[in-house]
């Protein structure tokens, strides 16, 4: 996965004409590595003109970020003025449209701004392009562009929609593409429940600000749900800091974020938390019901010479180390018994429940400050 913040350039030579034509090249270049030549390919070939508008976004659009998931699977966000827009290719067909994303035409301007910052490779045959673009070309009489429908299909399945305003999910790039990517999921690699699916795109619409959702994301592209499930465990990493330090930085009067503290101190003494402990003092915003579906989704026998907490909290680590370092016992003696739709759920609400109580402290002003 790559993430092209782009900072809202704009694209060199940004004409209709001149984008247009870099569009046509992309599938004449395409064509001649497959030795299918077409004629006047150095003649001028375009997009019909939509609008006006549509001219203007050609012109004037911002490029705010681009997302490569995989070879096929890419994301545009284009803006102008107040407007925005995202443009997927290669999704699947959404199940359900998140609130906050108005499905949109695709328009000559979408296509060209979208192919030329994602890199999109035709999906067409090198004969299939040769018999759309062909024949007509800017120095034939009458020429006035190509349709829009006769070239977009050219380059796969595309999907456009307007972002509304004041919804904070599409605030973050990542986050937005997780949360449109798992409402395509339908046949995605993961084998997850309906439930475990709702619960996903709940994290990414209405989870913490805070939370690093590039792992969220890189953990629902996985083929696996061990993926899913580390990346899960490397957000509520990042909080482990969090579960130690508020009593040492309360003694000592500090008022800096938690998270430069935890910095200072692995740069200059090398210190960081004991996972185990760590994960297992974080496992207190939890209440017994949760950490019961914890138990019950890893399998583990009740003993009351060991609190819940901790045994879970073993228990997870257990299964973290087991995946990042071969263990063969672990195959055996545990995978099998494992609920894994059940363990993605409690894993989630883990995450949600750690960054509400532990974040804001964590990564940013302490309450006293915001109060000041």
């Not at 695709?106 to 392009?129: F, N």
């Not at 583990?300 to 257990?318: F, H, L, N, T, W």
Request: net charge negative; with cysteine; hydrophobic share 45%.
């Amino acid at each position: 996965m790559t993430w092209n913040r782009a900072g809202g350039h704009r694209l060199a030579s940004r004409n209709r004409i001149v984008l247009s034509n870099k569009f046509f090249s992309r599938l004449i270049n395409h064509a001649s590595v497959a030795d299918v030549s077409i004629e006047a390919a150095d003649s001028g070939r375009w997009i019909k003109k939509l609008s006006d508008d549509d001219q203007a976004l050609m012109t004037s659009a911002d490029c705010k970020d681009v997302l490569k998931l995989t070879r096929t699977l890419r994301a545009v966000h284009l803006t102008l003025a107040d407007k925005r827009w995202l443009v997927c290719w290669g999704f699947s067909e959404l199940q359900s449209i998140p609130e906050g994303l108005l499905p949109t035409n695709i328009t000559p301007a979408l296509l060209c701004l979208s192919v030329e910052e994602a890199d999109i490779t035709p999906a067409a045959s090198a004969l299939k392009i040769k018999e759309a673009i062909e024949a007509f070309h800017k120095d034939q009489d009458g020429y006035e562009g190509h349709d829009l429908e006769d070239v977009l299909p050219l380059f796969g399945d595309c999907q456009a929609f307007c972002i509304e305003p004041d919804f904070e999910y599409t605030s973050t790039f990542p986050r937005l593409i997780g949360l449109v990517y798992i409402s395509s999921y339908f046949d995605g690699p993961m084998e997850l429940s309906d439930k475990t699916l709702e619960d996903i795109a709940g994290l990414f619409e209405t989870g913490s600000k805070y939370l690093p959702y590039e792992l969220l994301l890189q953990g629902v592209l996985s083929i696996s749900w061990r993926g899913f499930f580390l990346e899960l465990y490397r957000c509520i990493e990042q909080l482990f800091p969090a579960a130690v330090l508020p009593g040492f930085v309360d003694d000592l009067g500090e008022k800096r974020p938690l998270i430069e503290l935890a910095k200072i101190l692995e740069t200059r003494l090398s210190w960081r938390p004991r996972e185990n402990e760590a994960l297992i003092e974080l496992l207190k915003v939890l209440d017994e019901a949760e950490l019961d579906v914890f138990r019950k989704a890893l399998a583990i026998q009740i003993d009351e010479d060991v609190e819940p907490r901790v045994a879970v909290g073993r228990r997870v680590y257990a299964l973290r180390n087991g995946f990042v370092h071969f263990r063969p016992a672990l195959e055996d003696n545990a995978i099998a018994k494992i609920d894994i739709d059940l363990l993605l759920q409690a894993m989630m609400s883990f995450v949600m429940k750690a960054y509400d109580r532990h974040a804001s402290r964590f990564h940013g002003p302490l309450l006293d400050e915001v109060a000041s």
